[in-house]
């Protein structure tokens, strides 16, 4: 068996009662070969264990010395290798899983394979990155729960296992249960269930932290705290599994990725019902060619670096064998229940029981995914696309936070290029300021000044071409941009009434006949252009925070989006980033750079008239109370913007 079990290794580990007699000190037990202490052993049941453990572990790997991994050429993605197919593979996964548990008379939990149980296991061995896009009961998490605890036998003094979810006490009712309920204590380490982990074991057998199986909370997390607590977690073989992964912040898959992926072996699954083409499971599941080569029709796709694969109630084996064989799976009474109570193109019933991505409209919020895609929003420019001898103009935008370890300070990059003769923003980067903790006699608002006028310097983005929330608190932050860099940068009012300018060079009506106050007139352009295709490169935070915003009750006919405070107070935080989009739209437009607009109906003289109204303000248009821009008025104040 070579070194893969030096010290006491996999098989030493392992005691099983038998009827057997005692094998002798120094025996050689089976084709491997290993030497055992003079244990009671059930050789039958050990052997075969040990062999499908082996195969299992050493799939991929050859051992260089002292025992280390080392990669098969073959099965290394990053040199065109491919993996061993999962059908393969599963020969020795099924009856290691059927020795552990379905076979050992001392468990007292059963694994029941059925079609969708076996699916989802090939398809995590065929595809080091897999994603389970499941109805709900479809079993996915005890599946996870199933591979983790088998991937960590196969060779325990090597592999560490981290399983996310979104809370400690939804974690211990979804993956961690299961974990619980299919772990012995014959298997090597040590199940502490309170502190959610699996303590694994040494080369000696000694317990330890470095190996084992850890459930790490990651719900609500800013980014850099998520990705914190993967850094510096070093093991040769390492898999992590994303349980409920369209609850978790998108910065957990980036986490994931780019601090544990440079390990010997690296994989990651995860497992959802699907909500938002752009939550962490969206980005994890998105195809290959994009979400419009695929359809409902589809049960299995690639990803840019693995597949996906769905399970839809309707195709459920209880559905197909057309009576109840497995009772927690889903079943034709439930599913038509949910028609009836949801409606069959609902979103939750595209959640819950179809297992795909729901792409309709929404007459609830601002923005929907649907258009967002349609108008390829969320796609990067090709340099292909652009016109030939189009000037390229930069710009940055801000939502300023006041208060040191406050809010976050979104700064939007962008650039704005002609496709087809027509102007389009696209958005290029998207970073967070953070707080300078080595200078903490400077305030955050000069600290960021700073940081946002240096690279506005060193980046070619002229002070002109820079804009940030003047709202409110944001007031006082202007007096601080002009001391401290220039009074050229332009301050963005959300508060106030409606504007007094035309809607656009196609519709005459003034903004303030249409829309309730400024916030949603600000929010409706953006929406148009969007919509126009000449918004593009929308991060997937950029898309979330959009598509979160909700129409408010409307004043009379004007439209009205609801304020940041009950957002907050329905979401749990307000739409920083996409108010700093908002924000870069309006800089873009008052510098002309989206003055014109898609429509070839339109005549000249329209267009021209909607242009001068926007070249007749300027930065100095600001009233005395800093309340007013344009015709809006501070009259009408809605400081709930």
């Not at 197909?320 to 599913?335: C, M, S």
């Not at 983005?461 to 220039?486: K, L, N, Q, Y």
């Amino acid at each position: 068996m070579g070194n893969l079990n030096a010290g006491k290794g996999v098989a030493g580990l392992y005691e099983w009662e038998s009827s057997y007699e005692a094998i002798p000190d120094g025996a050689m037990v089976d084709e491997f070969h290993m030497e055992w202490e003079g244990k009671l052993w059930d050789v039958r049941i050990f052997g075969e264990m040990e062999r499908n453990l082996y195969m299992l572990a050493m799939a991929y790997f050859d051992e260089g010395e002292g025992g280390k991994l080392l990669l098969k050429p073959e099965y290394d993605d990053s040199k065109g290798g491919s993996w061993p197919s999962g059908e393969e593979l599963f020969v020795y996964f099924k009856r290691v899983v059927d020795l552990l548990w379905n076979e050992n008379g001392k468990s007292t939990r059963k694994v029941i394979w059925n079609e969708w149980c076996e699916r989802m296991m090939v398809g995590m061995l065929g595809n080091r990155y897999c994603a389970l896009a499941g109805c709900a009961s479809s079993g996915k998490s005890d599946a996870m729960a199933v591979y983790a605890i088998v991937m960590y036998l196969c060779w325990p003094q090597k592999t560490k296992v981290i399983a996310t979810s979104t809370t400690m006490k939804m974690a211990k009712m979804r993956i961690w249960r299961s974990v619980n309920e299919l772990w012995q204590k014959e298997f090597p380490g040590k199940m502490v269930y309170s502190d959610c982990v699996i303590k694994g074991v040494n080369m000696d057998g000694d317990l330890t932290e470095d190996t084992g199986v850890l459930l790490m909370p990651a719900a609500g997390g800013a980014g850099q705290e998520i990705d914190s607590n993967f850094l510096g977690l070093k093991q040769e073989r390492f898999f992590t599994m994303l349980d409920e992964l369209s609850e978790l912040p998108v910065s957990v898959v980036n986490g994931c990725y780019s601090n544990l992926s440079n390990n010997t072996w690296f994989e990651m699954k995860a497992a959802s019902n699907p909500n938002s083409y752009h939550d962490a499971f969206g980005v994890f599941c998105k195809p290959m060619n994009g979400w419009a080569s695929v359809s409902e029709l589809e049960m299995e796709w690639e990803t840019s670096r693995g597949v996906c694969l769905r399970f839809d109630s309707e195709k459920s084996p209880n559905m197909k064998a057309g009576r109840v064989i497995y009772p927690w799976l889903p079943k034709e009474r439930d599913i038509n229940h949910a028609r009836r109570e949801f409606g069959e193109r609902s979103r939750y019933f595209f959640r819950m029981y179809k297992a795909f991505w729901f792409a309709g409209s929404s007459d609830e919020t601002v923005f929907n995914e649907g258009e967002v895609m349609k108008g390829r929003a969320d796609t990067p420019i090709d340099k292909s696309e652009i016109d030939k001898g189009s000037r390229e103009e930069l710009v940055l935008a801000g939502d300023p936070a006041f208060t040191q370890g406050g809010d976050r300070f979104p700064l939007i990059k962008g650039r704005v290029v002609k496709i087809d003769g027509k102007s389009v923003l696209e958005v290029t980067d998207l970073d967070i300021i953070k707080d300078d903790i080595d200078n903490e006699d400077v305030s955050r608002s000069y600290s960021s000044i700073r940081y946002i006028r240096e690279r506005c310097v060193k980046e070619g983005i002229p002070a002109s071409h820079f804009a940030f929330d003047m709202t409110g608190a944001g007031i006082p932050f202007r007096d601080i941009v002009v001391s401290e860099w220039s009074s050229l940068p332009m301050g963005v009012m959300f508060g106030g009434k409606a504007s007094e300018l035309p809607i656009s060079p196609i519709d005459p009506r003034l903004a303030s006949e249409v829309y309730a106050n400024r916030v949603t007139e600000l929010w409706a352009r953006c929406k148009g252009l969007i919509r126009e295709g000449r918004i593009r490169g929308l991060t997937s935070e950029i898309v979330q925070e959009l598509c979160q915003r909700q129409w408010d009750e409307m004043r009379g006919a004007k439209l009205k989006v609801e304020s940041k405070k009950l957002m907050k107070l329905r979401t749990g935080k307000s739409p920083d980033i996409a108010d700093t989009l908002i924000i870069l739209v309006e800089l873009c437009v008052k510098l002309g750079l989206l003055g014109e607009m898609e429509n070839v109906d339109v005549d000249e003289s329209s267009k021209e008239v909607w242009s001068k109204s926007y070249e007749s303000i300027d930065s100095d248009a600001w009233d005395d109370t800093g309340l007013s821009w344009g015709g809006g008025g501070g009259g009408d104040m809605d400081l709930e913007w």
